[in-house]
Structures are given as C-alpha cells and as structure tokens.
C-alpha cells in the first residue's frame, strides 16, 4: 500500500472527533456523554436529544457535507485551468449559483430542494462557462478579475432583486454562508449524487493527472482533452452548486483546502480528491461550530480569519507567475 494512504485512519479519526465537538458546542453546550446518547440510545421525550437529533446533527452532517463538496469542486477547478486561485467563489460559479436560486425563489416559491439544485448548476455552469471563456487564453490574473467583477454584477442584481421584492431574510443565509436550518431529507437527497459525482473523479483520476502536464503534454499521450476536462468542470460545478443550495456563498474553502493538501501529499489525484474532501468537511463543520458559538457569526468571516492570509501568501509565492 502506497505511504500516502497511512494518514488515512488519522484524517478520519479527525472528522469523527470534529462531528462529537460540533454535536457538543454551540449556541448551547452539551455533554460528550449526551451526544453519544443521541447516536446511540437516542430518548426522543427527552428535550436535550430532541434538539440535538432534529436541530444539531442535521446542521452538523449538512457542514461536513457541504465542505466535503466544496472542497472538491475547488481541486477539480484548480486542476482543469491550470489556475491555482481558481475556486467556486473566485470563478463565479456561485454568484450565479445564488442568483438563480434566488430568481427560483421568485418565479416558483414553493420550489422543492430537488429544484432549487438544479436552478442553480444551471445559474452556476452558465456564468462558470462564461468567465472561463474569456479567460481561456490569459494570464490567471485575468480569471481572478474577471470572476470577481461578473460575481460584483451578480450580487448587485440580486441585490436589486432581494430589495424590490423583500427577500432580505431568504438572501441573508446566502450571503452569510452556515449550515442553519439543515434537515435529514435534504442530507439524505444530496450525500448519494455527491458520492456518485465524486466516486466519477476518482475514476477519472489519471486523466486529471495527464490534465496537471500541461495541453502539449496531454495530446501527445492520446487525451481528449476537450471531453475530459468538459466533463470534470461539469462535476466540479455540480458539486458547487449543491453546495450552495445547502449553505449559501461560502469563500476561499475550495482555495485554502486543496493547497493544504498538495503541499501535503503531492497532486495525484488518486490521493487529492480524498484528502481534500475529508479536510473540507472536517475545517468547515468546525467553522461552523465556532460561528454558532459566537452567536452565530457569518461562517464566512470565520473561513475568511484563515483563508485570506493564506490567499495572500500563495499570490506573494507565486506573485511572478500571475503577473
């Protein structure tokens, strides 16, 4: 067995022990010893498990999920532009993710999660394939500046949109990003196309590896660059998406996660799509703990406290090669 899997048990020994701590702080503080009660010997009379298997644990699973899928979907970006500042946030996908749900929520209130989903992989591919295209062939300075002054169009009409029609609450879970209001049924509908969806990367592992040497490199070895990278773009963008409908605009996860891991255990994706996704979920279900203990605090502003330094120090290491 190759050494790059020994941290394996390790990384999920920490995504165990980061549910129990997410399941224990919060707004309300319980015990280890309750916690373990609701997954064990679950009391639904008693108040304390009934908060904490309807209210907490859904949140919980839906922070280890999200940032499962996030994380992802920013390796896989970052890998098929050649771009490492790409990630959902910075490439637009979820601006235009955010405002279709919210012209979703417009046109057809009572829209169902399913829904919700697909309105916005649909609002996401579309600005995504955008900005893409017109950067395909500049410096990936241009795709930070173009991402961010489309994604700034995008929210001043949605802000139009949330002010004109008084949506100010609906778009607030959005903006702020957090795993709230989280329910089993949206859990159980999303972990299954997240795992098909994922479970498609690994097999497509060594054609994202041939993607890292660059297009001379890929064609000479027999690749159809132009169906591999369509079709991991589409997955990556898909996983970003659910990931909106699930916890709103969340920034620099899918940048800060998958530097940590290359740095940690090279580029082959075999080992990244994994790594990454653990790591994800286990860093944005304890932001969202610390963000629910400080009175809920936007998640993003605590992603933010260590993902805009390290946004900084890869632009400083690198600064050359974005010039």
């Known amino acids: 067995m190759d050494r790059k899997w020994y941290p394996l048990p390790i990384v999920a020994m920490g995504i165990l022990l980061s549910?129990?701590?997410?399941?224990m702080?919060?707004?309300?503080?319980?015990?280890?010893?309750?916690?373990?009660?609701?997954?064990?010997?679950l009391d639904m009379t008693d108040q304390a498990h009934q908060i904490l298997y309807e209210i907490r644990m859904p949140r919980v699973l839906g922070a280890l999920l999200a940032g499962f899928m996030i994380s992802i979907s920013g390796l896989i970006l970052q890998s098929v532009t050649h771009n490492d500042l790409s990630e959902p946030s910075i490439?637009?996908?979820?601006?235009?993710?955010?405002?279709?749900?919210?012209v979703g929520a417009l046109l057809l209130p009572t829209l169902p999660f399913i829904g919700v989903m697909g309105i916005g992989f649909i609002g996401g591919m579309l600005v995504g394939l955008v900005i893409l295209s017109m950067t395909r062939y500049r410096s990936p300075m241009h795709l930070i500046l173009a991402g961010?002054?489309?994604?700034?169009?995008?929210?001043?009409?949605?802000?139009?949109?949330?002010?004109?029609?008084?949506?100010?609450?609906?778009?607030?879970?959005?903006?702020?990003?957090?795993?709230?209001?989280?329910?089993?049924?949206?859990?159980?509908?999303?972990?299954?196309?997240?795992?098909?969806?994922?479970?498609?990367?690994?097999?497509?592992?060594?054609?994202?590896?041939?993607?890292?040497?660059?297009?001379?490199?890929?064609?000479?070895?027999?690749q159809n660059q132009t169906l591999y990278r369509g079709v991991t773009l589409v997955l990556a963008i898909m996983l970003a998406s659910m990931a909106v409908a699930m916890v709103g605009n969340v920034v620099f996860l899918g940048l800060l996660v998958p530097?940590?891991?290359?740095?940690?255990?090279?580029?082959?994706?075999?080992?990244?799509?994994?790594?990454?996704?653990?790591?994800?979920?286990?860093i944005f279900a304890l932001s969202d703990m610390f963000a629910r203990v400080f009175n809920e605090t936007p998640v993003n502003a605590i992603i933010a406290v260590i993902g805009l330094p390290f946004f900084i120090y890869i632009i400083k290491k690198r600064g050359r090669k974005y010039a």
């Open 19 to 23: 549910f129990v701590a997410a399941m």
């Open 259 to 282: 530097h940590i891991v290359k740095m940690l255990f090279g580029n082959m994706h075999r080992f990244t799509i994994i790594y990454t996704g653990m790591l994800g979920a286990m």
């Open 148 to 222: 961010a002054g489309i994604s700034l169009l995008l929210y001043a009409v949605t802000d139009f949109l949330v002010i004109t029609f008084g949506l100010g609450q609906y778009v607030a879970f959005f903006t702020a990003g957090g795993a709230a209001g989280q329910s089993m049924s949206n859990i159980v509908l999303v972990f299954p196309i997240a795992l098909v969806l994922v479970t498609v990367l690994l097999f497509l592992a060594k054609e994202l590896d041939i993607l890292l040497f660059g297009d001379e490199m890929a064609v000479s070895l027999g």
């Open 91 to 102: 490439l637009g996908i979820n601006a235009g993710a955010n405002l279709a749900i919210i």
């Open 25 to 41: 702080f919060g707004t309300n503080t319980y015990t280890l010893q309750q916690v373990l009660e609701v997954i064990f010997s």
